[in-house]
């Protein structure tokens, strides 16, 4: 497999990425353009960032193993959007095996092939949702959110509630209180139970 490029490999992460520590490995590329990225970086120019191949990771992050046996952590994949490199991430899943926790944080904006696959190899999904009206969601990140959707509903129904945790944000100047009053209440229909809600820090 030839090396992907990464934004970022950040360790001894705690309680932000998922169970116990974590080490957080950021892929580069993204299908959003949203208007607070924190992680721009996802979608510039990769020549100048780190890559690796999953052995080359793998190598470099099982320096934390008795961390990630000792707390159930283990590598969160980001960026970007993890899922498009599906094929990365199943093979780094045969290299670590069991013992370590993978956790995904996604938007679910990708084909549905990638999260039925990623349902086989991930642990735990973190799912920034933006907002589920389609409006909002359109101007925040230039995107339909249709296929987030069917994706998460599919992606619930696949692995169950307790390993699906969704963030609803407020996003100043985009959605309100009331618009996240709803998407909380269709969440909590689609059988959704773990929620985040939240607010971004817009900074000037």
């Known amino acids: 497999m030839e090396p992907v490029p990464f934004i970022g490999v950040v360790r001894h992460r705690i309680g932000v990425d998922g169970v116990g520590v974590t080490t957080l490995a950021a892929f580069h590329g993204c299908p959003l353009r949203c208007r607070y990225c924190l992680n721009a970086a996802c979608f510039g120019p990769a020549d100048r960032l780190q890559k690796h ?22 590598v969160c ?16 899943r045969t290299l670590c095996g069991n013992g370590w926790r993978l956790t995904a944080e996604t938007s ?3 084909q549905r092939d990638a999260v039925l696959r990623a349902a086989d190899a991930i642990d735990d999904f973190i799912v920034d949702i933006k907002d589920l009206n389609p409006d909002i969601y359109r101007r925040y990140t230039t995107r339909s959110n249709r ?16 390993r699906v945790t969704v963030r609803v944000p407020l996003i100043p100047n985009y959605n309100t209180d009331a618009d996240c009053d709803r998407t909380v209440l269709a969440l909590r229909e689609w059988g959704v139970t773990r929620i985040d809600r939240f607010c971004y820090v817009v900074r000037k």
């Open 53 to 74: 191949t999953p052995e080359s990771l793998y190598d470099e992050v099982r320096i934390d193993n008795l961390y990630f046996l000792a707390t159930g952590g283990g």
């Open 77 to 92: 994949f980001g960026g970007g959007e993890p899922l498009l490199r599906m094929g990365f991430i199943e093979r780094f």
């Open 108 to 110: 679910l904006n990708v």
């Open 147 to 162: 296929r987030v959707v069917y994706n998460l509903r599919c992606l619930v129904d696949k692995v169950g509630p307790d």
